[in-house]
């Protein structure tokens, strides 16, 4: 079809010369890109809110009540999840977003999380990969950062922080340690903040663990899990399972599995 706006070639080629004339190489280039038979290609490619060139689907772990409120944002204003992850990972290859720090959670903070399925551009989840950051993690941190929520919201002051403890390497079944894995992974968390979180909702009563118990052949290929929680922590952990004979690092297996939603003869 041809275009509404007959002299807009000529136009582009007027734009590019000037901007020889004023030593402007690299623009001119651009210009000259665009121009080229089939430019307009190569200009889609770089628009984020197109649906073409969707990728596969990508899961994102993130808190309940979280994914409910990006959801209705986006939808009050007309939004589309899909280009504004497209936008935060173009922003981030940009260099025009960089991902805030969230800390650690507040002692206590366990929380139900659910799946967020989006179809960014599969070009740039490889370039995101391609730097060595997470695509999923990096789009929840997007999304967070854009509507303003979570560790974004306005006035939030960050998590309490905590000092690191002893490393501990209490055992697991081989292959549940390797499932707690891949979910942490996937949610972009770490060992040390799960157990911590665990800890801390078994002291304020909001977690109350059952000591897992394995199967006889569990128990035949047992590995470490390594860990560093806050010494304060597992102490007062230690102590309030004392009557009960339950060990902290009873609690902080029970909760990685009960986190993740693995059963421990599963």
Same mark, same amino acid.
């Given at each position: 079809? +041809?275009?509404?706006?007959?002299? =807009? ?9 000037? %901007? ?9 280039? +651009? ?61 981030? %290859? ?21 799946? %967020?399925?989006?179809?960014?551009? $599969?070009?740039?989840? *490889? ?10 993690? %990096? #789009?929840?941190? !997007?999304?967070?950062?854009? !509507?303003?929520?979570?560790? !974004? ?28 894995? /891949?979910?942490?992974?996937? /949610?972009?968390?770490?060992?040390? @903040? ?5 800890? #801390?909702?078994?002291? @304020? &009563? ?19 899990? $390594?860990?560093?929680?806050? *010494? @304060? ?6 102590? $309030?399972? $004392? @009557?009960?004979?339950?060990?902290? /690092? ?5 909760? =990685? ?5 693995? &059963?421990?003869?599963?």
């Amino acid at each position: 079809m +041809a275009t509404r706006r007959p002299t =807009l070639r000529a136009e582009l080629a007027a734009a590019a010369d000037r %901007l020889r004339a004023v030593d402007s190489p690299d623009l001119a280039a +651009a210009v000259d890109t665009v121009l080229a038979p089939n430019g307009w290609a190569a200009l889609r490619a770089t628009d984020t809110t197109a649906d073409e060139g969707m990728g596969p689907s990508m899961s994102i772990l993130i808190d309940k009540a979280l994914k409910e409120e990006i959801e209705a944002r986006a939808k009050s204003v007309g939004n589309v999840l899909n280009h504004d992850v497209n936008e935060g990972l173009a922003r981030y %290859l940009a260099g025009s977003f960089t991902p805030r720090p969230q800390g650690k959670a507040r002692w206590g903070t366990g929380s139900e999380n659910v799946t %967020l399925s989006v179809r960014p551009k $599969k070009s740039l989840r *490889d370039q995101v990969k391609a730097r060595g950051e997470k695509p999923s993690t %990096l #789009a929840k941190e !997007y999304l967070l950062f854009k !509507y303003e929520v979570g560790h !974004y919201a306005p006035g939030h002051a960050g998590e309490e922080q905590r000092p690191r403890g002893a490393v501990r390497n209490p055992q697991m079944p081989r292959d549940l340690r390797d499932r707690v894995r /891949a979910a942490q992974q996937a /949610a972009g968390n770490t060992v040390t @903040d799960d157990v911590e979180e665990g800890l #801390a909702a078994y002291l @304020d &009563g909001t977690f109350t663990p059952e000591a897992p118990v394995w199967t006889a052949e569990q128990l035949g290929d047992m590995v470490n899990i $390594k860990m560093n929680p806050n *010494d @304060d922590l597992y102490e007062q952990a230690t102590t $309030k399972g $004392k @009557d009960a004979k339950l060990r902290p /690092a009873q609690v902080a297996l029970a909760y =990685l599995l009960h986190k993740y939603g693995i &059963g421990p003869a599963s």
